[in-house]
C-alpha cells in the first residue's frame, strides 16, 4: 500500500541554521503531496504542498520540491527560528480524499 | 477562515466507559475525518465520512464507531475505553477532493 517514511527525529539545530527534513514516499500512480506543520498543544496546519512532478511548494520560507524521479519530497528552509519549533509531518494524497502520513519528526530550534 | 472545533482539549475516562468524542466544522464540508495520534507512529486514519449518515472504515477501525447525523458534526465513539486507546485524536475536513484538510486541535484522551 502507499506509505509516507521520514527522516527519524528529534532534530535540534541552532537559530539561523539550514534545515532540512527528509521525506520520501512510496505510491503508485500521481499523489497530492503534502506537509503539516503542527504548533505546541495544536493541531496540524497545512503548510505547503505540490500536486504534480517538478512542482515547487512554499510558504513562510520553506519550500519542498515534488520529485518523482527519486519519490521524495524534502522539506527545506534557508534559515530556520526558535518560532519554527513545532513536529513536521509529510504526507501523500492519491485520489481518494484521505491522507497517508509519515510519522513525524520533531524540530527544535535553540536561540 | 475554515473552523473544525473539537469539544475537549484533555479527557480523562476509565475502562470499559463509552466516550464520545465531538467535532464540529462551519464551513459546510461534506468530507470529515477522524485520525489518532501516538509518537513513532504519525496519524493513522480510524473513519471518514463523506456525506451526512455515510461512513467509511480507515486504517484502524476496531474498537471505534462513527456518527454523522449532520452534516457539521462528526463524532468518534469509543465503545468500550481500554488502556490502548490513551491517545490524541485529531478531527478533520475538506470541502471536496484536491482540498488540504483543514484540521481541529485535537482531543488528548487518557483511559486509565
Known amino acids: 500500500g502507499d506509505s509516507v517514511t521520514q527522516m527519524e527525529g528529534p532534530v535540534t539545530l541552532s537559530e539561523e541554521a539550514f534545515l532540512t527534513i527528509n521525506c520520501t514516499y512510496t505510491?503508485?500512480?500521481?499523489?497530492?503531496l503534502f506537509w503539516y506543520v503542527q504548533y505546541p498543544g495544536e493541531g496540524l496546519q497545512l503548510l505547503l504542498k505540490a500536486t504534480k512532478a517538478d512542482d515547487k511548494g512554499s510558504n513562510k520560507g520553506f519550500e519542498a520540491t515534488y520529485r518523482k524521479e527519486t519519490t521524495s519530497f524534502h522539506l527545506e528552509k534557508g534559515s530556520v527560528q526558535v518560532s519554527d519549533s513545532a513536529v513536521y509531518f509529510c504526507?501523500?494524497?492519491?485520489?481518494?480524499?484521505?491522507?497517508?502520513f509519515g510519522q513525524g519528526t520533531r524540530l527544535t530550534i535553540n536561540p | 477562515d475554515v473552523k473544525v472545533t473539537q469539544s475537549s482539549r484533555y479527557l480523562v475516562k476509565r475502562t470499559g466507559e463509552k466516550v464520545f468524542l465531538e467535532c464540529v466544522q462551519d464551513?459546510?464540508?461534506?468530507?470529515m475525518f477522524w485520525y489518532r495520534q501516538d509518537p513513532g507512529l504519525g496519524l493513522r486514519l480510524i473513519y471518514f465520512s463523506y456525506d451526512v449518515k455515510m461512513k467509511e472504515k480507515g486504517d484502524i477501525p476496531e474498537g471505534y464507531s462513527v456518527s454523522r447525523e449532520k452534516k457539521e458534526r462528526f463524532s468518534l465513539i469509543l465503545e468500550s475505553a481500554s488502556t490502548n486507546q490513551t491517545s490524541m485524536y485529531l478531527c478533520a475536513s475538506i470541502p471536496g477532493n484536491n482540498q488540504p484538510q483543514h484540521f481541529g486541535d485535537g482531543t488528548r484522551l487518557s483511559i486509565l
Open positions: 504526507a501523500l494524497r492519491k485520489g481518494a480524499q484521505k491522507l497517508v
Open positions: 464551513m459546510d464540508h461534506e468530507n
Open positions: 505510491a503508485t500512480g500521481y499523489p497530492s
